[in-house]
């Protein structure tokens, strides 16, 4: 059900920001303001950073915020710190009464 | 505080079944959805299964279908995870998780705290 389009890398240097793109269709990010990100460092559980689009979990940085326009969901990493360089995965509500939720295919972020 | 501590992985045949658990403490287990998560060796993660705080409504990916349940004890604070009909494809380190949000009617894939993980590795 991996439906979400994101880059498969980006790179960026500290004190920086960088933008992950998340794009789907008018079915799931187009139609509903449900989009999540998830950190996930090497051999680390994933960390949830974003949901209902650009709301943080308690304890999230606010360098991290997220957004949403027409089809495509965004991350957005501001002030860049080495401990940012994980992969990135975003996820989106679909609505579908078997399965509602579609994934992307995960994003590395390498900080240079 | 919150833990989640899976437990029942290990190396099984194809064709073959694994029951993972996933004991849940430092909150009202019964209030909250849970998740089941894998990630296959160098890839990315893929939503398994779900199930509702109250065990009424249960949803998997189109890949388990049939063949893995999804099932919890709220007496016992425990979620599981039955897989039947193993394939080499399903061979990934295994994470519950909990949902965001309480007594949630919804699956909309917010899931704020993890266990560490357990690898399942099917192989002959």
């Known amino acids: 059900q991996s439906a979400l389009t994101q880059p498969a890398s980006v790179s960026g240097s500290p004190g920086q920001s960088i933008t992950i793109s998340c794009t789907g269709t008018?079915?799931?990010?187009?139609?509903?303001?449900?989009v999540s990100w998830y950190q996930q460092h090497p051999g680390k559980a994933p960390k949830l950073m974003i949901y209902e689009v650009s709301k943080r979990p308690s304890g999230v940085s606010n360098r991290f915020s997220g957004s949403k326009s027409g089809n495509t969901a965004s991350l957005t990493i501001s002030g860049l710190q080495a401990e940012d360089e994980a992969d990135y995965y975003c996820c989106s509500y679909a609505g579908s009464s078997t399965f509602p939720v579609v994934f992307g295919g995960g994003t590395k972020l390498t900080v240079l | 505080q919150v833990q989640l501590v899976e437990s029942g992985g290990g190396v099984v045949q194809p064709g073959g079944s694994l029951r993972l658990s996933c004991a849940a403490s430092g909150f009202t287990f019964s209030s909250y959805g849970m998740h089941w998560v894998r990630q296959a060796p160098g890839k990315g993660l893929e939503w398994v299964a779900f199930?509702?705080?109250?065990?009424?409504?249960?949803y998997y990916a189109d890949s388990v279908k049939g063949r893995f349940t999804i099932s919890r004890d709220n007496s016992k604070n425990t979620l599981y995870l039955q897989m039947n009909s193993l394939r080499a494809e399903d061979t990934a380190v295994y994470y519950c998780?909990?949902?965001?949000?309480?007594?949630?009617?919804?699956?909309?894939?917010?899931?704020?705290?993890w266990g560490q993980g357990t690898l399942v590795t099917v192989s002959s």
């Open positions: 008018s079915s799931d990010v187009g139609s509903y303001n449900l």
């Open positions: 199930i509702r705080y109250d065990g009424s409504n249960k």
């Open positions: 998780a909990k949902d965001l949000i309480a007594v949630a009617g919804s699956f909309f894939g917010w899931a704020d705290y």
